[in-house]
């Protein structure tokens, strides 16, 4: 699947040819989109899609702000996150969860749920999704505290990618 990326600030659209390359070249080290004629944030994907689950008698028709890959260990399928908006130049309202599957020469490029279900992540990825939304700006610095003050002492620590 293709993404078109508008910039809001210079007007351009650019293109990403998939989901892999959209993440390497159009998004910021913290996930959000990355005009690549200006260089700006001010950037968005629009993205309809068929019926959703919680209202089955409407499509979803949002806004992707950004994208963060989950740096995982499994070989082929590499999970990652939508952050939505309701509006083009809106605030992030939604994470979306999805895999895509590798480009080994035995395999090929999908995304979607992945095999069979949806996304699972192990706790490190979780604690590297919680960090990026914190860069991103989708959790503010004192939610960020209280969450880390909940993390187990005990649980596996963040390493970064």
């Known amino acids: 699947m293709a993404y078109q990326i508008r910039c809001l600030k210079c007007e351009t659209d650019t293109w990403a040819g998939n989901i892999a390359e959209l993440i390497d070249t159009h998004t910021s080290i913290c996930g959000r989109l990355i005009c690549a004629q200006c260089g700006g944030t001010e950037t968005y994907v629009q993205q309809i899609t068929g019926l959703w689950e919680r209202e089955p008698d409407t499509a979803w028709d949002g806004y992707i702000r950004g994208v963060i890959r989950i740096a995982s260990n499994a070989a082929a399928y590499v ?64 939610e960020l505290e209280v969450v880390a003050q909940i993390i187990r002492f005990d649980a596996p620590a963040y390493t970064a990618v």
């Open 79 to 142: 999970p990652y996150v939508f952050l939505t908006a309701d509006a083009a130049d809106g605030e992030v309202s939604e994470i979306r969860f999805s895999y895509y599957k590798d480009t080994r020469p035995d395999g090929r490029l999908t995304d979607g749920l992945g095999p069979g279900k949806a996304p699972g992540l192990t706790c490190d990825e979780l604690r590297q999704l919680l960090v990026k939304l914190g860069a991103f700006g989708v959790l503010r610095p004192k």
